[in-house]
Nanobody, 124 residues
Framework: VQLQASGGGVVQAGGSLRLSCAASGRTFSTDVVGWFRQAPGKEREFVAAISRSGGSTLYLDSVKGRFTISRDNAKNTAYLQMDSLKPEDTAAYYC??????????????????WGQGTLVTVSS
């Protein structure tokens, strides 16, 4: 399984970025997709998750209303649209695939496959 995250960059506060996560080697539609982030010196943090069909989503409270997770199963790709970015959003962002049934999960332990990070830097 390969996950390729892309779309990171440097943006000013208030700006937007759209991250993409392209999956291969697995039937994408059978997995929950999660986005996590890790800032320097901090633990990895849950950001958002989306169900297999895309009908359910879950967000970190601090990104609600600013970030939108979505997926296109036909393209084996998930997205994280990030608007109204803040300096505290600066981190490496990772996408992950998880197979757990039931409610969407926040714990990294629930996700079996991980991509490499894409760096997001928000300047003030």
């Amino acid at each position: 399984v390969q996950l390729q995250a892309s779309g990171g960059g440097v943006v000013q506060a208030g700006g937007s970025l759209r991250l993409s996560c392209a999956a291969s080697g697995r039937t994408f539609s059978t997995d929950v997709v999660g986005w996590f982030r890790q800032a320097p010196g901090k633990e990895r943090e849950f950001v958002a998750a989306i169900s297999r069909s895309g009908g359910s989503t879950l967000y970190l409270d601090s990104v609600k209303g600013r970030f939108t997770i979505s997926r296109d199963n036909a393209k084996n790709t998930a997205y994280l649209q990030m608007d109204s970015l803040k300096p505290e959003d600066t981190a490496a962002y990772y996408c992950a695939l998880g197979g757990s049934l039931g409610p969407l999960r926040r714990s990294p332990d629930e996700y079996a496959y991980w991509g490499q990070g894409t760096l997001v830097t928000v300047s003030s």
